[in-house]
């Protein structure tokens, strides 16, 4: 009866496992003909300047609308890629299309641009860049890479030197969803960032509660101490707004300031501000 129960329960995992392995083959397939079909999109949040309301630039956001078919989240689909070596393929597409974007958005108006942690594997990132850049003509310093802390680098000698030759090309590293990952803070110390994101979940309970307050107050301090500019995301209310300013927050983004959106709305949107300072959603 138990070792019966026993198999079964083993069965119940050899037939699991051989469909995780189904699944994940047959996303692969989907990925790459995705990438065929041209069934990626990006839309674009706004980033904001906190202290002077003024429109920054833009993350970009991959979105996968299969035809036919429920669109498809970032979060279902990137892990996978990073899991199967997809990733590098569609980095390459997003980099190409935001670099292009943003190239007609105006003298000092960034992209942003999120990279997975194992691309930090081989070297020939910076290269991948570089040559996003060359063929959009957008100027490293309105490029912006966000890389997520969660991850820690498997060859952190490696990582640094990919790092270090993005910085020569100009371009700004931010660390993405800061206070999510198990990282030692030695990391802000070793890596050459220049910003960082405080994690959206850090915004739950903010301002009301007292301790997310000092939570993010703190992470706003330790992020000064390093001399890194700060951005909050994740913004969703007024008085979450108002308290970010208060804490001399540089830089935020969330719903209460802007959704994000396709190409054409940001820049309407970037055309309806240029000449203000107006943040209101
Ligand atoms: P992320 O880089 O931390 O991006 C922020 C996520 O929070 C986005 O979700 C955005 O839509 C969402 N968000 C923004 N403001 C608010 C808000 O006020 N409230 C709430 N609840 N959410 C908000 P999204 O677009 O679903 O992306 C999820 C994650 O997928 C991203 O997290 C990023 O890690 C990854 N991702 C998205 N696009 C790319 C890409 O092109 N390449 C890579 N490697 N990863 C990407
Ligand atoms: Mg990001
Ligand atoms: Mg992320
Ligand atoms: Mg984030």
Redesign the pocket.
């Known amino acids: 009866e138990a070792r019966a129960a026993g198999r079964n329960r083993w069965v119940w995992y050899a037939n699991n496992m051989a469909s995780q392995r189904d699944h994940k083959r047959d996303m692969a397939q989907r990925i790459e003909q995705a990438l065929r079909d041209d069934e990626f999109t990006l839309h674009y949040?706004p980033r904001y300047q906190l202290q002077s309301g003024r429109l920054a630039g833009a993350?970009?956001?991959?979105r996968w609308q299969p035809a036919g078919g429920p669109p498809i989240?970032?979060?279902r689909f990137?892990p996978l890629a990073e899991e199967n070596g997809l990733?590098v393929a569609?980095?390459d597409w997003?980099l190409a299309r935001a670099c292009r974007d943003a190239s007609g958005w105006g003298a000092d108006r960034y992209v942003s641009?999120?990279?997975?942690p194992v691309e930090f594997r081989t070297t020939d990132l910076v290269e991948r860049v570089a040559r996003a850049l060359a063929s959009s003509g957008l100027p490293a310093t309105r490029l912006e890479l966000?890389i997520?802390e969660n991850v820690t680098f498997e060859h952190p000698q490696q990582a640094l030197e990919v790092m270090q030759g993005l910085r020569a090309l100009g371009v700004r590293l931010t660390v993405?969803?800061f206070g999510t990952g198990y990282a030692a803070l030695g990391y802000l110390k070793t890596f050459p960032f220049n910003g960082l994101k405080i994690d959206?979940s850090w915004m739950k309970d903010f301002p009301e509660s007292q301790q997310a307050e000092s939570v993010v107050a703190g992470i706003i301090a330790l992020a000064h101490a390093f001399a890194l500019t700060i951005t909050a995301?994740?913004?969703?209310t007024e008085a979450q707004l108002d308290q970010l300013k208060r804490l001399s927050c540089e830089e935020g983004?969330?719903?209460?300031l802007g959704r994000?959106m396709p190409l054409l709305a940001f820049a309407a949107l970037l055309d309806s501000t240029s000449h203000t300072t107006l943040i209101r959603a």
């Open positions: 949040q993350e970009a956001l991959i989240p970032p979060d990137i990733i569609i980095s997003v641009v999120n990279i997975s966000e997520t993405d969803d959206r995301e994740g913004i969703e983004q969330g719903y209460f994000p």
